[in-house]
């Protein structure tokens, strides 16, 4: 083979990659419109963000931050429930869309998928049974304290959280447990904590519209009255490859911001707004 012939099907092959590549680009966003349905992968048990109301619906803040989402983009929004390590994992070869499931950007996720936009922030605190003498930060070094597996709530009472995110306030892991006891949901650390002071845990660490929420609905805990442990920027996430969506994305996340759409879904579901970390 010549050179020159050589140089030739160098070209053409590159131009067919060209192609293929723009064959892709898009192609979860032109499903979606075609369609008009944008299947959203989030959690199934985790009130206030997402959870099955008195109806066996899913609801909370997550669900309908969701639909306003699919809505500007034509369509509405069909959810499921997979576990979490598998939506954080990637390459979710179509089976959803777009997870709006509260998910940190973590360095490690951003290699296996794409966060268009952080749509809000949520202060991490630590929680104590109501009748627990617990206090401050300080007095939890050495105890016993749950966190949801998988989470940053599990990097942080490690002393391994990194956040790198834009707006995040500077934290501390400052506390240093004796026994760390890990759960598959949010749930779980909760449902310890109410048995009693120190019958199966000290303390938690939780988000706390997820505190607040479980207060509500009767637990008898309360959060430790000092600042909060970190911030988390909650993003939503899709799968690597589709710049098209991830702009689109982006721009109706920053509307829903301007117009005050995200700080109402906030206020209702949270009773204050956290679109900017406080």
Same mark, same amino acid.
């Given at each position: ?20 590549? #723009?064959?892709?680009? &898009? *192609? +979860?966003?032109?499903? %979606? @419109? ?6 959203? !992968?989030?959690?199934? /048990? ?23 989402? #699919?809505?500007?983009? &034509? *369509? +509405?929004?069909?959810? %499921? @429930? ?6 954080? !994992?990637?390459?979710? /070869? ?46 939890? /070094? ?137």
């Amino acid at each position: 083979m010549t050179l020159f012939k050589s140089l030739c099907l160098a070209a053409a092959a590159g131009a067919l990659a060209l192609s293929a590549g #723009a064959a892709e680009a &898009g *192609a +979860t966003l032109d499903r %979606i @419109t075609q369609k008009k349905e944008m299947v959203v !992968a989030t959690a199934a /048990n985790w009130p206030p963000q997402s959870f099955m109301n008195k109806d066996n619906q899913l609801d909370g803040f997550d669900v309908d931050v969701a639909k306003e989402i #699919a809505k500007r983009l &034509g *369509a +509405t929004a069909r959810f %499921i @429930t997979p576990e979490w390590g598998i939506i954080t !994992a990637g390459n979710w /070869n179509g089976r959803w869309d777009i997870s709006v499931g509260s998910m940190t950007p973590t360095t490690g996720r951003t290699r296996v998928l794409d966060f268009p936009a952080i749509y809000y922030y949520t202060p991490y605190v630590f929680a104590v049974h109501k009748a627990s003498k617990l206090d401050s930060r300080a007095a939890l /070094n050495g105890k016993t304290i749950g966190v949801e597996g998988g989470t940053t709530s599990e990097d942080y009472i490690n002393g391994k959280l990194t956040i790198d995110a834009v707006g995040v306030p500077a934290f501390t892991a400052d506390v240093k447990p004796g026994d760390i006891k890990t759960y598959g949901d949010s749930v779980g650390p909760l449902d310890d904590l109410r048995l009693g002071d120190g019958v199966r845990l000290d303390a938690i660490v939780s988000a706390l519209p997820t505190i607040d929420a479980a207060v509500k609905r009767g637990y008898p805990i309360r959060a430790i009255n000092d600042k909060p442990a970190y911030h988390e920027p909650l993003a939503i996430a899709i799968d690597k490859g589709d710049a098209e969506l991830n702009a689109r994305l982006a721009e109706i996340v920053a509307a829903l911001k301007a117009e005050g759409t995200l700080k109402s879904l906030s206020e209702k579901w949270y009773g204050i707004d956290y679109t900017v970390a406080k």
